[in-house]
Structure formats: C-alpha cells, structure tokens
C-alpha cells in the first residue's frame, strides 16, 4: 500500500472512531450560545440525516462483505461437486433484495443485490482456478500473485465516499474507487429445474447444480483413509430415487465393495482393502431403472507403515534413533508430537513409493516408561494416521540389560567352578551376588580376584557402562583376549587382571579409557607391541606392568609372563604426571633409562629391575621429591652411583645389585633420613634377563657417616671391592636386623663400639660379614654385651592367671619376649603379664563376659632383658613405625605348653619388654592369632595396645577404624580381601557399602534403642573413601572410646560360640542395655573429647595369613 493510502487510512479510521465525540462536541457548542428562543429544529434535522447517512453505509459494507464471503462458497461448492437444497428470497419492504442458497456440503450463504456495489468478482482462468477479480483485474496479495477463491477472503468497507479493500484480515487496506459502481451480483436466477444460475456484475456466470438432480453423494471426505486389509463403510446419499433405483460398485487388484441400501435414496457400503494393499478405486454407479446413469469413483488414501504392528513402536529407554518406513499414494510427512521425538531427517516425499523417516530419540530419566506420537499428515496437515511411540525407563532396561551381561559373564568364566559364585544367575539382587558393588542400581564394581576363574572375558562386558573397578587378578586360567566392549568403558577407574593367562596384543584402544586411575596387566601372557597407548591415560596415578616370578605366600604356584616386543622404555610414559607408583620389572626394555623420567615428580615407587636398561643411572631420577623406592637392580647399567642422590630425602628402599655400576659409595647417600634398605650387592645366582651375571665393583671405603642412617635395617654391600674397616658411626644402626658385607676387601678389627651393640648378636655376623675375598681379614674383639641369661630352669612354665566360670572356657596365653632370667626371678615378667590380663577385661563386652575366659602366662626366658638386644626368645622385632612382628611359629609353640588347647579357638598375646608404642596382630586364615605389642610409655598407652590388639584384632577379628587423610578411595584388592574376611565372619565393624539397609550394621540402624550412638562415617582400614564406620569414636579407631555397638556385637557373638551358648541379636540388645546408659553415654562423649585433643598415630594394620 502506498504512503498516500496509508495516511488517508489513519484518517478515515480516526475519524469514524470519534465521529459521535466530534458531533457532540459541535453541539454542546451551538447550544451553549443560543438564546432561549433560538429554533434549533434545522439543526437536529442535519444531524439526523448525516446519523442515517452513516448507518447507509455501515449497513452496505456488511452486505458487500456477505456478498464476497458467498461468491467464495459458490466457487468452492463447484470444486466440491456440493448441491443447493433450496434458494430462498430476503424482502424489504415487499422488495427483494437478496437471496439465502442452502448447500448440500457447504454452509448456508446470503447474497445482496442492489447499487453502489464495488465490481469484485470471481473469473475462471485458463488453469480450471477461481481467482478475484476487482474493477476488471486480478486482485494480488502482497507477493503479487494472484488471490485463489478458494484462499483469504477480501473485506470491503467505505471510506470517505471510496470502496477500501483488504486482502489480509483488516490489516491493511487499499482504494478500490469511489463507492457508485454496480451490485457484485447482477442476478440470481432459480427459474432452472437442475441449477440456479449466479451473474456476477461483470457478467460473469456461474452454475450450480440443485440437489434434486440425479447424483450420489457420500457422508466422508474424499480420498478415504484405509489400510491393507482394512474394512471401512461410507454411508451415500442419492439426489432422489424409488424402488427401482439401482446402486453398484465395481472393484479390481483384491479390492471388495458390498452395498447396503437403507431406502430408496441412502445407504452404506462396506468396503475391504487388499493385503497386500494396492492403489485402486471404487467405481460406484447409480441407475434410476430408466435412461440415467451416473457414476462416482470412490479414491483411497493409502499409508503403509512398514515392519510396524497396530500402529505402536517400542524404544529403548536411552538415547537412540527410530527409523520409520512410510508407504503411500500421495506426498506426506512425519510430524513427531512430543519434545523427546526430534526430527532428524525429513526427506522429500514422494507419492506411491516408500518413503524413509528418520528421528533421533532422547532418554527418559523417568522412572516410568512414556508414549509420544508421530502424525502422519498429507501436505495440507490433514492427519492421515497417528504412529504411537512407547519408551521404556532407561534404567530399569539398562539394570536388565545389566544382569544379561552379568550371567553370560558368568557363563564364559565357567561360574559352576569359581570358589564363591554365592547367589549368582539367581533370582535375588545383583546386589546380593558376590563380589559385586551396586550404586544407584548399577554395577559399579567386579571384583573376583582368586576367585578360579578361567574361560575367557567375554564381549559383553562392555554392557556393564557404569563399571568404576575390575579387579580379576590372580585368576591363574582366566585367558582370551581382551575384549573390544572392555575399552568402551568409559567410566572405569581401576583395572586389575595381573597373573591371569590373557593373551595376544593389547588393542591400542586402551587408550579410550581416559579415567582409568590404576592399571595392573602384569603376569599374563601378552605379546607383540608394548602399549604405548597408555601413555594418553593422564590420570593414571598407579601403573604395574611387571611380571613377578613367583607370587608372595603361594610359591608353588606357576605364573605366566607377558612377552612382548624388545623395545626402548617408552619417553611418552614420562608424560604421566600423576603417575605415583610404577612398576615395569621384567618386561624387555632396553636401552638407556630415559632423562625424562625425571618430569613424574609425584613418583613414590619407581621399579626398574631385571630389564636390559643400559648406560648412567640418570641425574634426573634424583629429582624426584616424593621418591620412597627405587629398585633398578639386575640391568646393564654402568658408571657411578650419582651424588645427587643425596637429594631423594623421602627415598625407604635403594636397590641397585647386580649391575655394572663402580666408583665409591657417595657419601651423600648417607642423609637420606628415611633409608631403611640398602642394597648395593651383587648377588651370585643370575636373574638378569641378558643370560648373564652381572656384578657392581664399587670400592673404596664404606662412608664414614653411615651410622647417620638411624632408620636402615637392612644393609647389603656384599662382592664389591670396598675396603678399610666398618665405620665407628655403624653403631648407631640399632634399628639394623641384616647385613651382609663379605666378599669385599675389607680388613681390621671391627670397632667394639659396633660388636658391643646388642643389635650385632642378630647380625651373625661369622657367616654374613667377617668372610672377605682372599688375603684380606676382618676381625670380632672378644667382648660381649653384659647382661645375658644364665639360668633357663622357668622356661616354659605355665602360671593360670584367671580361670573360667562359665560356658567350655575360652583361652589366652600371655608370652612376654626380650625377659631374661633375673626378670623372671624378681617377679617383673608375671607383673607384666598379670597387669595385661587386667586390661584384657577392662572394657565391655569382655568387661561382662570376663568368667567366659581362661587367662594362662607362660615363662618365656630370653637372653637379654630387652628385645632390641638381638636373641629374643620369640625372636620379636620392629620393623619400623608402629610395625612389629616375631617368630610366629616359636610363639605358638610356647602357646601349646598349655595342656589341651586348641590354637584355633585360643588368642596368643606376646608382650614385647621395650618402652616403645607399637602393635601388630598376625591374623591366620584357621582363626589362630598372635598379637605383638610394647609396654608403652604409660599404663594407660599399655592398655589401648592390650584392647586394640589383643581384644579387638585378636579375638574380635575387628578392622581397624582409622584412615589416612590422602589415602584415597579403597583399592580392589582390599575390598576383594575385606569380602572374603566378612565371609569368615572378620571385620563386622567395617563395611564397603553405605547403604544402610545392606551395611553390615543395618540392624542398629534400625534400631531406634541404638538411635545416634550408631550411624555411617567414611573412612576405615587406612583408606579415607569407599569404606565405612560405625562411629566417629573408638577403641579401634583412636584406642580411646569404647569398642561400639557392632563392635561389641561382634565379640559377644564369638564369646557365645566359642561358649557353646546360643546367639541372638536381641539377647546381645539385653546385655547391651549397661552401654546405652546415661553414665556410659557421658563417659563415651568423655574419651571422645579426651581424644580430640590428642595427637593419634595409628597402630600398623593386622597381617593376615591364609593357610
């Protein structure tokens, strides 16, 4: 529209809108300057005829837009073959000026006839198509193409004397000429018997047939939707008919049509489709039984949908695609109705042939399954058939899809045989299934190390998505190839599969699995290439790629060894930054040790040994500031040992036998504070993978500041070319429990500062030190340590300290080491003792149950009145920290002096005669145990020692409840021993989940008698994540606080078997009333605080020996 018409638009719109205001206005200023004799008539005469003017021309625009509104009818009636059922006039006053046509199909319409009509008319063109026409030319829309009948209806209106036309809605508006022209419709005429005739104003005519014409009409818009096989029935209308009117259909291709008439006139008729369906018609004919005849085709609109059964598809829970196959006759498209239904490929539809849909599906994270729809619609969105969409929940598809995975798992590994296959293909929980961990309902954690798995890992594995650990090692007939779904495991941190029989190349597709945190692969069978791929897994912190030769405890036990290619030590390891443990022994790497080792600065263990590296030790290993072990013996390496080692001030653990190493020994290397292995020997049996027996040749003298070496126990210098005598500063080594030096060119007397030392009596020195190589002597001065037993008569007497008075009686026997004969004799050794006993019995549950007990001592008579003299009895021993051992098999020998007992139900308690705090248990598999530990520095420290170790490791077969800040998430093999532990009974107060419907301490926890005295704390057995506690506080955690309630539980319950009386967990309840008390609560919340404010150095965790 032009600018012009715009404004003359605003205009006339403002005007008509305030045309009352105006002419109020206009009058109540007329009559407020009159007089009261003014005549006022002419005036209201004016007005009048100007308000009926206006109601003229409102009244004509609605009829001209009635008149355009029915000129659309008409045409459409034409295009639908409707019929007009009756023509009806409208008068006023007595005079025609129009008519009502009621159609058939289409909705009744009006026509007006009369002046001042605007000449819009509809015309056929050429194409067979109605478009408007206005004053003898098209009328265009706004793309200025011509405006179809059958499309947007004009509006009309006047407008200061001037016809206004619309084309969109009202929206806008153009001249169409001043408002004088003719009628849109010049006549309407019904004097026909078969049409009423339409002349338009420009001459224009139109036919539109009457319904009592002969024809045949149907109750359902054409094409009619059907399917293969499908039967559907339309009802007809005949024009007019009698008895003798005649309908028939005829059908071909498998098509099947049966009328049924009604009357004369209407019926239905029951059409079957084909199947396979077909594009055909249905030809229905209709006689009046004389000369007329016609025939109406009945069309079909077809939509196959291929491979889909009654109209519904099913998908996954998760994200996916759904690829639709949509058959049909005429052009259409797929239109998903829901959000979760994306549209991924909409292809160009095309008529009779098949046409392919693609969508891409969401998940659902609903719990429950959801339905959505794709319409099929023809291009005019006319909904031709409705697809319905079922989606199941995600999880409960994928836990199903889990549990598949799981048995064929199962199955590959050849369950039936496996040591525990507890609940596995059973119809109980996976949760319940052993060595499973279950978050969330998924599987997060495999665990069956030693677990006689063999077979192979069968593909599915990777159907386990949600997989965080595998630990399957030492499954010695457990062989394959790793699977391909194994690296699609996108969420795995740990992978344990060492001393299995895997074999073949490890796929460079290892490297897909980017969180993996520890990757243990040694000791299998895998050749070819090494994998650097590994490399590219940057949060690797824990590496073993080693391959030991035999298994620590199990000897006997032939192992494999993987085999692959010679090849330099990959640089791109040394890209691992995080990496803190590396183990690489035995694994044909050749070649120098590469200086970029030197970036792996959050290195702790750093193992090397028994390959073919060659050249300097290079500087840059000793660069490494969180350094501990270094092991690089049986190589090729040559040159000196680096001054620099000086700088490795947290390095344990030095070995570097059986190299080509020479030079003197760096005197650095002695302050290194933490030093508590020293080998720089050269062993005489070959275990270098060259074939031969390489030997160090260092020389000169042993550093004269060694003796600063406060922590080393082991030192081993032996066939090397040292010479001189022992440094005077050895005797410091007190800690020192092996040396071996013999074979080097030292010569002398040893210093009587070092022999005199009770630490030299264990270092049998005739056969380990003194023998040099030949013309060269070492020599012992005759004095010996002070102090030594002389009278052994007691050793081996057996003192009942306390008897039992209930139940079969359950024993202890006290040993006590590092007592000679003068303590026996004045009494310290049964003091010791009997004030140990007293403690065993000084916290509940022993406390209540102490007449359940017999308590023995039996005199153990050692050299020297101190176990660090060297000769102990039981031959006890710290190893360092809060580590202590002994003898075993001399304790338990000790132990069996106690006529009738039975090791299996009894607790050995060996007291070591040293001031010192420290503590181990030696826990065995058959349920005997020894606990070792000092006297402390305090009585108070005395008893925690005696309830940690004895009470709660000893006899309890408690965990220990503490845990290291920085230890990290629990590792595999602990949680594999942790299960198999629980399985006989151990570590109640422990547990690797948090669930507290499956805790192990879930009866408390439900137990509102036990309400916020027991709940779920993380951190236990060292590790500070993935296990848990039953208290913040106690013994088996600070050595203060009580043993809690599962802890308790656990050792009424042994006391009760052992007994031989019943156990229940209510009976336990009842005792259980004297901790639940007001006083015990404020003592435990006492101890608690006590402890809070002390510094705590955890006791070393218990041994356990299988047998």
């Not at 408007?132 to 209106?157: A, Y």
């Not at 897909?512 to 243990?520: G, M, V, W």
């Amino acid at each position: 529209m032009t600018e012009k018409y715009r404004n003359i638009q605003h205009k006339l719109t403002r005007f008509f809108k305030c045309r009352h205001l105006v002419w109020l206005t206009v009058l109540c200023i007329a009559l407020a300057g009159c007089k009261d004799d003014f005549d006022d008539s002419e005036l209201r005469k004016q007005i009048a005829d100007l308000d009926g003017r206006l109601t003229t021309l409102e009244k004509l625009c609605a009829q001209m837009n009635a008149n355009i509104s029915s000129m659309q009818t008409i045409v459409n009636a034409l295009q639908q073959n409707d019929y007009i059922t009756g023509v009806t006039p409208i008068t006023e006053e007595d005079n025609t000026i129009g008519y009502t046509i009621t159609f058939v199909k289409n909705k009744p319409i009006t026509i007006y006839h009369g002046k001042n009509g605007s000449s819009l008319s509809a015309k056929k063109d050429a194409d067979g198509i109605y478009y408007w026409e206005l004053n003898g030319s098209w009328l265009l829309d706004d793309e200025n193409n011509r405006m179809k009948v059958s499309g947007v209806t004009p509006q009309l209106k006047i407008e200061n004397e001037h016809w206004l036309v619309s084309v969109d809605g009202g929206k806008t508006w153009d001249d169409a000429g001043t408002a004088t022209r003719d009628p849109l419709f010049k006549e309407v005429d019904n004097s026909a018997e078969d049409f009423v005739k339409f002349v338009f104003a420009d001459g224009t005519e139109v036919q539109v047939p009457k319904k009592d014409t002969f024809a045949i009409s149907f109750s359902e818009p054409l094409p009619l939707k059907i399917s293969a096989g499908e039967t559907v029935e339309i009802t007809y209308t005949l024009s007019q008919g009698n008895e003798k009117t005649l309908v028939k259909t005829v059908c071909s291709n498998g098509w099947k049509a049966v009328v049924n008439k009604q009357d004369n006139t209407s019926g239905t008729i029951t059409i079957t489709a084909p199947d396979p369906i077909t594009d055909d018609e249905v030809l229905v004919f209709v006689s009046d039984g004389k000369e007329k005849t016609v025939m109406s085709a009945i069309s079909f609109c077809i939509v196959i949908l291929d491979n889909i059964q009654d109209n519904t598809v099913k998908v996954g829970g998760g994200n996916g695609n759904l690829n639709l196959e949509i058959t049909s006759n005429m052009e259409i498209k797929a239109v998903p109705k829901n959000e979760w239904i994306i549209t991924d490929e909409q292809p160009q539809s095309k008529a009779l042939a098949t046409n392919h849909f693609h969508f891409k599906i969401l998940a659902n994270g609903d719990k429950q399954s959801r339905t959505g729809h794709i319409e099929v619609q023809d291009m005019g969105d006319k909904v031709l058939k409705t697809i319905t969409v079922i989606q199941g929940n995600a999880q409960e598809e994928e836990i199903a899809k889990e549990r598949e995975a799981l048995i064929a798992f199962y199955h590959a590994t050849n369950g039936d045989q496996w040591k525990n296959n507890t609940n596995w293909c059973s119809d109980k929980p996976v949760s319940e299934w052993y060595g499973l961990t279950i978050e969330n309902g998924y599987v997060t954690q495999l665990n069956l190390a030693e677990n006689n798995l063999s077979g192979y890992l069968p593909e599915c594995i990777g159907e386990l998505q949600h997989l965080t650990d595998i630990s399957l090692w030492e499954n010695y007939n457990l062989g394959g190839k790793l699977p391909a779904g194994l690296f699609s495991l996108e969420n795995l941190k740990s992978l344990h599969i060492r001393i299995c029989a895997i074999e073949g190349e490890i796929s460079p597709d290892i490297k897909q699995l980017t969180k993996l945190e520890s990757l243990s692969i040694g000791n299998n069978k895998f050749t070819g290439r090494f994998p650097s791929e590994i490399s590219e897994l940057k949060n690797l912190y824990f590496l073993s790629i080693d391959n030991g030769d035999f298994i620590l405890g199990n000897e006997s036990q032939p192992i494999n060894c993987n085999n692959f290619t010679p090849c330099e030590f990959p640089k791109s390891l040394c890209k691992l930054t995080n990496l803190k443990e590396l183990y690489a022994y035995k694994n044909n790497f050749y070649g120098n040790i590469p200086s970029e080792i030197g970036q792996l600065k959050n290195l702790t263990q750093l193992m090397l040994q028994c390959n073919r590296f060659s050249g300097n030790i290079p500087v840059e290993i000793c660069s490494l500031p969180n350094l501990e072990i270094l092991y690089l013996e049986y190589n090729d390496l040559t040159g000196e040992l680096p001054r620099e080692i000086g700088n490795l001030k947290k390095l344990e653990q030095l070995n570097l036998q059986n190299n080509l190493l020479e030079g003197s020994i760096p005197n650095e290397i002695c302050t290194l504070p933490n030093l508590r292995t020293l080998y720089l020997q050269n062993y005489e049996h070959n275990l270098n993978p060259s074939g031969k027996v390489n030997y160090n040749k260092f020389s000169g003298e042993i550093p004269a500041d060694i003796g600063n070496l406060t922590e080393l126990r082991q030192l081993a210098l032996y066939n090397n070319n040292l010479t001189g005598n022992l440094p005077a500063s050895m005797q410091n080594l007190e800690n020192l429990v092996y040396c071996e030096l013999r074979g080097n060119r030292l010569s002398g007397e040893i210093p009587v500062e070092i022999t005199t030392k009770r630490f030299w009596q264990r270092l049998n020195a005739q056969e380990t030190i003194l023998p040099q190589q030949e013309g060269y002597v070492l020599t012992i001065a005759d004095d010996k340590p002070d102090g030594g037993s002389t009278d052994y008569s007691r050793d081996g007497e057996v003192t009942l300290i306390y008897q039992a008075a209930k139940g079969n009686g359950i024993n202890i026997v006290m040993l006590g080491d590092g007592f000679n004969d003068k303590d026996i004799e004045n009494g310290k050794y049964d003091e010791v003792l009997e004030k140990a006993s007293e403690h065993l019995f000084t916290e509940e549950p022993m406390k209540s149950l102490k007449e359940y007990f017999n308590v023995y001592s039996v005199k153990v008579v050692s050299a020297f009145s101190d176990v660090d003299a060297g000769d102990s009895a039981l031959g006890t021993i710290f190893y360092g920290g809060t580590h202590v051992g002994g003898n075993d098999s001399k304790c338990f020998e000790y132990a069996e002096k106690v006529e009738g007992i039975n090791l299996n139900e009894s607790v050995v308690v060996v007291i070591m005669n040293s001031p010192t705090y420290a503590g181990t248990c030696y826990l065995y598999s058959d349920n005997r145990a020894i606990a070792y530990f000092p006297l402390g520095t305090d009585d108070e420290m005395f008893g925690q020692l005696v309830n940690h170790e004895a009470v709660g490791h000893g006899f309890g077969k408690l965990g220990d409840e503490y845990f290291y800040t920085g230890y990290g998430k629990i590792t595999p093999e602990a949680i594999a021993s942790h299960q198999q532990l629980v399985e006989l009974g151990w570590e109640a107060n422990v547990d690797v989940t948090n669930d507290p419907h499956a805790i192990q301490w879930a009866a408390f926890l439900s137990d509102n008698r036990y309400k916020d005295l027991v709940g779920i704390y993380e951190g236990a057995m060292t590790f500070e994540h993935g296990i848990y506690r039953p208290t913040e506080y106690s013994i088996m955690r600070y050595n203060t606080g009580g043993f809690n309630a599962p802890s308790r539980n656990a050792i009424y319950k042994r006391v009760m078997e052992l007994a031989g009386e019943s156990y229940s967990y209510e009976k336990f309840v009842e005792y259980d009333a004297i901790n639940r008390s007001s006083s015990a609560r404020m003592a435990y919340k006492t101890a608690c605080q006590k402890a809070a404010g002390k510094k705590f150095v955890p006791l070393h965790p218990p041994v356990i020996i299988r047998k």
